[in-house]
């Protein structure tokens, strides 16, 4: 129940202790809560990982894709002077 209230904002107050079951009812709410911002956060962090791979195989690519349109306008400033 301290815990509860840390992280509600409430630092200093007095708590009653809670039974065992209370007690174990509050811990496993706790838990659930935890468990479901850690799998959020695991999800935002690879679908960043995702975006970010993505992202750079767009670049690659279009890197890739201009460096063959330059060495292609190389070849045909070849011929255009050999003629």
Not at 28 to 46: D, H, I, M, R, S
Not at 53 to 73: F, I, K, T, Y
């Amino acid at each position: 129940m301290r815990t509860k209230m840390r992280l509600l904002g409430f630092r200093g107050a007095s708590v009653k202790p809670l039974n065992e079951e209370a007690a174990a009812e509050l811990g496993a709410e706790l838990l659930g809560e935890a468990l479901v911002f850690g799998v959020g956060g695991l999800c935002l962090y690879l679908e960043y990982l995702r975006q970010a791979g993505q992202g750079r195989r767009r670049e690659e690519h279009l890197d890739r894709a201009l460096q063959e349109l330059r060495a292609h306008l190389d070849e045909l400033r070849q011929e255009l002077e050999a003629l």
